[in-house]
């Protein structure tokens, strides 16, 4: 992987739906070997918990990366993430700006609270010297309690085979 950038979240967090993952939506959950009691659990500098949101890019495309994230309670996080308030366009990737370059990677924290949910639309995965639209992943919704935990590195990861482009999540 390229070198990372952790960058502090301010306020904004995701959503995710129990609902997606039980639709088949490509999760992958693993354990990080820990106990899983208050010491395992990631903290920022100043003792609080937060939640590691990892971007990865496997393909040779850009990727845009369709990022939402809001620590507000939503009754359906389907209908009221996706939203230009929750849209996470700076500090990630690419100047800041959202979009990873091709076989490009990133890292932000974000605070977890018990309504921390995180998403994407899919992505858009584009051709990297034109910028044209090659294709669109599936969406993803991850929320805090149901699907991660505080303390948890949540992975996004954009990759392609052939005409097919998908987001995997990974949870750690």
Do not use: W
């Not at 990631?42 to 369709?66: H, K, M, P, S, Y």
């Not at 100047?95 to 924290?109: I, K």
């Not at 034109?130 to 669109?136: C, D, H, K, Q, Y």
């Amino acid at each position: 992987m390229t070198s990372r950038t952790c960058n502090r979240f301010g306020g904004v967090i995701l959503p995710v739906s129990l609902a997606l993952l039980l639709s088949g939506c490509g999760m992958s959950v693993g354990s990080s070997g820990g106990s899983g009691d208050d010491a395992d659990r990631q903290r920022d500098d100043v003792g609080v918990d937060i939640v590691l949101v990892e971007f990865v890019n496997e393909t040779t495309l850009a990727v845009e990366t369709e990022f939402f994230a809001t620590n507000e309670a939503l009754d359906d996080p389907e209908t009221e993430l996706f939203i230009p308030l929750y849209h996470v366009t700076t500090e990630i990737g690419l100047a800041g700006l959202g979009t990873l370059g091709p076989e490009g990677d990133d890292a932000r924290e974000y605070p977890c609270t018990a309504n921390l949910v995180l998403g994407t639309t899919g992505g858009s995965f584009k051709d990297n010297n034109v910028g044209t639209l090659e294709g669109t992943g599936v969406q993803r919704i991850l929320e805090e309690g149901n699907v991660f935990s505080c303390g948890a590195t949540v992975t996004f990861t954009y990759s392609e085979d052939g005409d097919d482009f998908t987001v995997t999540v990974g949870i750690r």
